[in-house]
Structure formats: structure tokens, C-alpha cells
């Protein structure tokens, strides 16, 4: 688990940002597209998944959708699931390179794991000599291992944000400087246990 320490002075890094050339970047695992005035939101590719009883690990990817026209600069998110069914892979996190530093702390965005969570926050290099906006969808896979699946069961995974400095703190954030958060709706996924072929 890599610790943020320092987070609290992004917003520094977010300030000078608006005097800083921005440019565009994108990644695997999701296109640029339109944003929307409204609300943004941050869900699973799927709304529901279906896992092998006899499955080692499964993945779930973790998208923001519509993206913002200005791209995104920084972001956080938690994926909760029943820890009595599930455990974390090692590691469970992957993250697009270009979202994967942690603030003016350079590389490496900060992760956290625990019993039925799986955790993420990062950014986009601020270090550079000209900040790289994300342009595309995808934020995070998590991948997960089945703890003793019973064939027919039904489990639930839950989106949240990510807060470690306090539910003001701006998570998303885009690439001219504006602050998503409060049109920002998190969503949850329907997971069923495929009894093995019999």
C-alpha cells in the first residue's frame, strides 16, 4: 500500500495548473468523449457480471463517462464488495500509466486495500513541464479473487469516492481547473455466481 502523505497540497499544484500548458493524452480502455453539463458519472464497464464458480480471479474495470472536454487531471475512487466472498488479487489495482502519480509526490498513485475495499486516488504527472490532461474513460481495474462462491449466489459491487483529506477535498478534477465533484454520481454493479457445468 503506497501512502499520500501531502495530498492536501495538490491544490496548489491545481492552481498553478490553470497558468500551465495543457495537453492531451489518452489510454486503453476508453475513448475522448463529449461532456456533459449535467452530472458525470463514474461506473462499472458492466452492469452486471457473471463469475465461474471455479474462477480464480475476475476483473472489473471502472470507467467516467462522459469525459471532460477539458480532459481530467485527478480523481478517486473506492470499490466496496462483501469481504466474505471476495479478496483483493496482489496486486488488484491496475491503473492507466498516464493517472498513475500522486500529486506533486511524482509517481505512483496512492492505493489503499482492506477487507471488502479496494481504494485509488491519483493524477496525472504535475511534475512535468507541462501537465498532460487524461482524455479517455477508463480510471481503474480491480481484480478480485472468489473466496468459496456457493453457484447461484448473488453479490453486489459498490462505487464511492476516494476522500483522504475530508469530504471537501476536489477529487475530479479537469484539465482547465474545474472541480466535478458535486454533479459527480457513483454506481454500483450486479455480480452472479455461474454454477460449474455439470
Not at 18 to 35: F, I, K, L, M
Not at 59 to 74: D, K, M, T
Request: glycine share 12%; net charge negative.
Amino acid at each position: 500500500m503506497r501512502r499520500a502523505t501531502i495530498w492536501g497540497v495538490l491544490s496548489a499544484g491545481i492552481a498553478a495548473l490553470s497558468a500551465t500548458p495543457v495537453t492531451a493524452s489518452s489510454s486503453a480502455g476508453g475513448e475522448p468523449q463529449a461532456a456533459s453539463p449535467l452530472s458525470s458519472f463514474v461506473g462499472f464497464e458492466e452492469p452486471q457480471y457473471q463469475v465461474d464458480a471455479l474462477a480464480t480471479t475476475f476483473r472489473v474495470r471502472v470507467v467516467l463517462e462522459p469525459v471532460p472536454q477539458a480532459g481530467l487531471i485527478s480523481y478517486g475512487v473506492t470499490l466496496k464488495f462483501d469481504a466474505q466472498a471476495f479478496d483483493v488479487a496482489k496486486p488488484g489495482i491496475e491503473i492507466p500509466a498516464p493517472l498513475d502519480f500522486n500529486g506533486l509526490q511524482g509517481p505512483g498513485a496512492f492505493t489503499d486495500v482492506g477487507p471488502g475495499y479496494a481504494s485509488v486516488k491519483g493524477t496525472v504527472d504535475l511534475m512535468g513541464q507541462a501537465a498532460v490532461r487524461y482524455d479517455a474513460s477508463l480510471l481503474a481495474s480491480f481484480v478480485l479473487i472468489p473466496k468459496d462462491l456457493e453457484p447461484g449466489g448473488a453479490y453486489e459491487l459498490v462505487l464511492e469516492p476516494f476522500y483522504t483529506v475530508g469530504p471537501d477535498e476536489a477529487l475530479y478534477v479537469t484539465g482547465e481547473g474545474g472541480v466535478l465533484d458535486a454533479e459527480m454520481v457513483f454506481g454500483r454493479a450486479s455480480l452472479e455466481v455461474i454454477p460449474e457445468p455439470g
